[in-house]
């Protein structure tokens, strides 16, 4: 199966093209802390050709999930070299996903913090924080002198990821968090040089990805995009255009991979966003979203795809790709557990092997 060839991502040679994709899964301690019971996840799935960690905050006053880990702190760093040795130690390669909330982080979870945006419009709905459901903060609109700071957390983060052992960093440029709630058209209200045309829209992502790539190298990072997904009240008028002009303009950073999630949630936004990713950008292209084995070997074998990223199958399956090499059963997620703590539905789920 063409799923079980070697591919380059950047300085990483990953054995297979079956990559465990970026899942949110609040186990980490107090103080965003990752610890042993992590480290087992991530480690029993270290037989894919690449692990993306959940998304990890790079500021602190940043959380959106409570208990999500950190990147920030030596102290993270240092809990974090358990997560890798792990992982290496299984023969696995690992990255870490970088990554601000924005405005999808609550002041009732981050000792008052405010809660930051591209611009002042919430997101619809409700939070879950430490004293129960509450309406989503109406942000703070971040001025032009606040957002060197942000992009120099993301520069730091990438440092202190490769210091606790980590393969390189996936930017998280997705799912209306920070870098998301500037890229696209709906929540993004400015009228400076960081909103209204798709080159000021895209600013902070690209001096977030120059800063980056400065501080551990271009082939050390990847980037994830989600053109379509309306999670976290997100639109933008004109997906198609929105991925075209980001994977053109992509190629000049010489990136280990850009990673793009091909459907929204809830189906509100529709497009082939993967044909035009494919047609303008000349790295490596993982798809995400859905995919099953069969589909993932028929997209990369015609050359739309050069690799996919399993999500709740991966999470369901330590041994994925052996599963999927035997074209055997797979165990189904218990989405109750998607979300909670400790290790019941998260490293009970049990391999083929027993």
Same mark, same amino acid.
């Given at each position: ?18 990559? *465990? ?11 965003? *802390? !990752?610890?042993?019971? /992590? ?11 690449? @692990?993306?960690?959940?998304?990890? /905050? ?55 913090? !405010?809660?930051?945006? &591209?611009?002042?419009? !919430? ?11 509450? !309406? ?5 609109? *971040? ?18 990821? #490769? ?10 440029? +997705? ?35 120059? =800063? ?6 271009? %082939? ?13 009240? /997100?639109?933008? &008028?004109?997906?198609?255009?929105? #991925? ?10 010489? @990136? ?6 091909? +459907? ?14 494919? +047609?303008?950008?000349?790295?490596? @292209? ?6 099953? =084995? ?20 991966? @999470? ?7 599963? #999927? ?8 997620? %218990? ?20």
């Amino acid at each position: 199966m063409t799923l079980f060839t070697p591919l380059q991502v950047g300085s990483t040679t990953l054995p297979n093209r079956i990559l *465990l994709a970026p899942l949110t899964r609040t186990r980490a301690d107090a103080g965003h *802390l !990752p610890n042993a019971l /992590m480290a087992d996840y991530y480690s029993q799935r270290a037989t894919g050709g690449l @692990l993306i960690t959940e998304c990890t /905050m790079v500021a602190p006053g940043t959380s959106a999930f409570i208990n999500e880990p950190g990147i920030y702190s030596d102290a993270q760093v240092a809990a974090w070299k358990q997560v890798t040795s792990g992982v290496h130690a299984k023969g696995g390669r690992i990255f870490l996903q970088i990554w601000h909330a924005g405005r999808a982080a609550h002041p009732d979870i981050n000792g008052g913090v !405010p809660t930051v945006s &591209s611009s002042a419009t !919430p997101i619809e709905g409700e939070i879950h924080t430490p004293s129960g459901k509450v !309406p989503h903060a109406v942000p703070h609109a *971040l001025t032009a002198d606040e957002i060197p700071a942000i992009v120099a957390a993301f520069a730091q983060g990438a440092k202190n990821a #490769i210091a606790a052992g980590f393969d390189g960093v996936e930017v998280h440029g +997705a799912n209306g968090y920070l870098i998301d709630q500037f890229l696209r058209d709906t929540p993004n209200q400015r009228t400076d040089g960081y909103g209204g045309s798709l080159e000021n829209r895209t600013r902070l992502l690209f001096e977030v990805l120059t =800063a980056v790539t400065a501080a551990i190298g271009a %082939d050390k990072v990847g980037l994830r995009l989600s053109p379509l997904n309306s999670y976290n009240s /997100m639109q933008d &008028s004109d997906p198609l255009a929105f #991925i075209g002009f980001l994977a053109e303009k992509l190629n000049a950073f010489k @990136l280990a991979y850009l990673h793009v999630m091909r +459907a929204d949630f809830f189906g509100v936004q529709k497009g082939d966003v993967l044909a035009v990713a494919r +047609a303008k950008y000349h790295g490596v @292209l993982v798809g995400n979203m859905g995919y099953t =084995a069969e589909e993932a070997e028929e997209a990369i074998t015609a050359g739309q795809l050069d690799a996919v990223a399993f999500g709740t199958s991966f @999470l369901a399956n330590p041994d994925l790709p052996a599963r #999927i090499q035997l074209k055997a059963p797979l165990n189904t997620p %218990d989405q109750s557990t998607f979300y909670t703590q400790g290790a019941k539905g998260y490293t009970d789920y049990p391999t083929l092997q027993g």
